[in-house]
């Protein structure tokens, strides 16, 4: 991993035909709804940081995830490459609770606030929500614009 790479997580809660998102109260994406996770720390596994970020952040104990997609961030003016790991919860327990970090909300799918979301979300969703994994790479000005992009279906990650 390059130093200038950092490793995030993001966790993905479906039932039905609703998706859990929560609103970030602070830090980084403040003001949008979006899933659950953030960096992971250098003693544990991506997956680890998954799970451990998804129960601090909305109270659900994850017992079984499947990775889902990968995605690249990278900001003009700024050399940090962020790597996000999406994951699929398939089996949690507790029920969603309001966090310091996040307040939680289960939407229906047909009804996913997008316009509240990171611009990606509506780019990537589509096939999260159809179970296609993907592989995506996306270039922002600031938190607002996408300048260019690029996302693939794949069969296998890593
Ligand atoms: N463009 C994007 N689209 C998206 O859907 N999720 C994104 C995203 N960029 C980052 N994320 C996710 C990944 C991760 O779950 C979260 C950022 O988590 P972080 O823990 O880094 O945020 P914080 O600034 O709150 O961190 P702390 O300083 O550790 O509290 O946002």
């Known amino acids: ?11 993905m809660v479906r039932k039905a035909n609703a998706i859990l998102l929560g609103l970030k109260k602070r830090g980084f994406g403040e003001g949008k709804w979006n899933g659950f996770g ?43 490459v962020l790597e996000v790991h999406v994951f699929d919860v398939l089996q949690y327990e507790g029920e969603p609770v309001e966090t310091e ?15 509240k979301m990171w ?20 270039l922002y000005q600031g938190h607002d614009t996408i300048l260019k992009y690029t996302l693939t279906q794949v069969d296998h990650l890593p």
């Open 38 to 80: 953030g960096k992971v720390e250098n003693d544990e596994t991506v997956a680890e940081g998954a799970i451990r970020e998804l129960e601090e952040e909305s109270g659900l104990v994850a017992k079984c995830l499947k990775k889902v997609g990968i995605l690249e961030f990278e900001f003009v003016g700024n050399p940090i």
């Open 119 to 138: 611009p990606d979300d509506i780019l990537w969703y589509p096939l999260y929500l159809k179970g296609i994994k993907f592989k995506g790479y996306f």
């Open 1 to 11: 991993m390059s130093t200038n790479q950092k490793i995030l997580t993001l966790v």
């Open 101 to 115: 970090e996040m307040q939680p909300q289960w939407f229906p799918e047909d009804s996913v606030p997008y316009e």
